[in-house]
């Protein structure tokens, strides 16, 4: 087309070398997300088969911005090529949606070639996060819901048992020695026996053990059940 007089941009040429440079680094950096995603994530889905998707995610971000940004043509039809792209699988998690973001951000800043602010950055994030998981460790309550379904009305034989009074107050008595904080939510009191539930702050999964041993000890025939409603999947 040169006769004519006519330049057809190509784009700019790619640097093989600093792309492989930029996808060594994002190989280094998904891992070290993967890693510390799987050990101080708390999320309760499987982390360690999430934290399989980050190298990939890096890796092809770094891939599509280096290749975008030599061509405006590219980046224009990126938008519409993406725009028929649909995710079925929703986030649940605000943890998860976080570290993907953090994915898409290492992607992003290798693929502009900005490798060192980018391994700082993320460096920092990361440290941070776990600083903050490390200082909260101390002081991790856990907040359960106690559900207690008891047909009985006296102590075990052989004397040996929560003090004489009413069902109610023997059982919370034992349930209060155990927990920081104890909130009865609800009682059903119905020939026989009683169902009792309450939202309690344990200090940790060794008081749940602990509340179980005492309250099976001292109300022969009790049902234990313990919920965590707060971390039920939503329907």
């Given at each position: ?199 309690l702050d344990l200090p940790g999964t060794d008081a749940i053990a602990a509340l179980v041993d005492d309250l099976q000890h001292d109300f022969p025939g009790i049902g234990v059940t313990f919920v965590d ?7």
């Amino acid at each position: 087309m040169q006769g004519l007089g006519l330049d057809i941009p190509t784009g700019a040429p790619l640097s093989l070398t600093a792309l492989v440079l930029s996808l060594g680094i994002g190989t280094v950096l998904s891992v070290i997300l993967r890693w510390h995603f799987e050990r101080y994530g708390s999320t309760l889905s499987n982390r360690s088969e999430f934290a399989q998707v980050f190298p990939l995610i890096v890796l092809t971000t770094v891939l599509i911005i280096t290749v975008v940004k030599s061509s405006l043509a590219l980046s224009l039809g990126l938008v519409g090529a993406l725009s028929i792209v649909r995710f079925r699988t929703p986030i649940k998690e605000p943890e998860e949606l976080a570290y993907l973001f953090i994915a898409i951000g290492i992607g992003l800043g290798l693929g502009a070639d900005q490798h060192v602010p980018t391994v700082l950055a993320v460096g920092l994030i990361l440290i941070v996060v776990a600083l903050l998981r490390w200082s909260r460790r101390g002081r991790e309550h856990t907040g359960l819901y106690l559900s207690v379904d008891w047909g009985g009305d006296g102590p075990p034989e052989g004397g040996e048992g929560p003090p004489s009074g009413r069902p109610l107050d023997r059982i919370a008595d034992v349930v209060s020695r155990h927990a920081i904080g104890a909130d009865l939510r609800r009682v059903d009191a119905r020939e026989g026996g009683w169902e009792l539930t309450w939202y309690l702050d344990l200090p940790g999964t060794d008081a749940i053990a602990a509340l179980v041993d005492d309250l099976q000890h001292d109300f022969p025939g009790i049902g234990v059940t313990f919920v965590d409603q707060n971390q039920m999947p939503s329907v």
